[in-house]
């Protein structure tokens, strides 16, 4: 594959499985920010088409690209190919963001300016300020919150909203850790990254945001996604007793 040169740094990771209903209006917002971002959707093989109807947004989107794979593997896995692709393509901020609109584009504005800063990862946090989160049933509020209360004590990490997806990283980040070493596939994978992040060091800071539940579409969020981050975590932190972390790279 040939290299692409952006034209700006930034780049936002949009994974997709189904997500036809969202796809083209997700996309036609991120493009009309204020500061340019490009945009690589990440789909899974989509049964609905979601990956043919990015191919026909092309036209339209020059700063649209598309990474097919042809099975549906877990969000994880979706992310490293991702970052992967934007590393070899020389981008120097890299952002997670789901397709559904739980993440407002807009805020990807204020997770560039917290990197642009002293920040090497930002987090757009549901919980930084209280509980900032619209239409979730109570349970699932509920749920949420006391997961990252629980990562927080097995950890040690003060982040308060640890399962956050809307994410981003300073190239710096992703060349230092090691991405083909982290092993969460499902929302345990956010986890992974930022405890991996702060073993070595970088500075993680959390913005806060509004978290608005999708309106079109599924969930992917399953029992064994849940039975992943909870034992999973205590897996992670007894791993980390007996890793060496590399200290972080410069600040690129």
């Not at 629980?150 to 994410?167: C, H, K, L, Q, S």
Request: hydrophobic fraction near 40%; glycine fraction near 6%; charged fraction near 25%.
């Amino acid at each position: 594959m040939n290299k692409i040169f952006p034209v700006n740094s930034r780049i936002v990771i949009i994974p997709t499985y189904n997500e036809i209903e969202n796809i083209e209006a997700i996309i036609s917002k991120v493009a009309s920010l204020s500061i340019p971002f490009d945009i690589l959707i990440v789909d899974d093989s989509s049964p609905d088409g979601t990956g043919e109807l990015v191919k026909s947004l092309q036209q339209k989107f020059s700063q649209l690209h598309l990474l097919e794979r042809k099975i549906k593997n877990g969000l994880g896995t979706a992310y490293i190919a991702g970052f992967k692709w934007c590393l070899k393509n020389n981008y120097d901020f890299i952002f997670e963001m789901d397709a559904d609109f739980s993440h407002n584009p807009d805020d990807l504005i204020k997770l560039y300016q917290a990197c642009e800063n002293d920040a090497d990862m930002s987090i757009g946090s549901r919980y930084k300020t209280g509980v900032n989160v619209v239409n979730w049933p109570m349970s699932r509020v509920i749920l949420s919150y006391y997961a990252s209360a629980y990562v927080r004590m097995i950890t040690g990490m003060d982040i308060r909203d640890t399962t956050a997806g809307f994410v981003c990283y300073k190239r710096a980040l992703l060349e230092t850790i090691d991405i083909d070493k982290i092993k969460f596939r499902g929302y345990a994978f956010q986890i992974e990254m930022k405890f991996t992040a702060w073993k070595h060091g970088f500075n993680l800071v959390e913005v806060p945001i509004i978290f608005t539940d999708r309106t079109k579409g599924e969930s992917k969020i399953s029992k064994g996604i849940i039975k992943e981050a909870i034992w999973g975590v205590v897996a992670m932190k007894i791993k980390s007793w007996f890793k060496k972390y590399e200290p972080k790279k410069a600040h690129k």
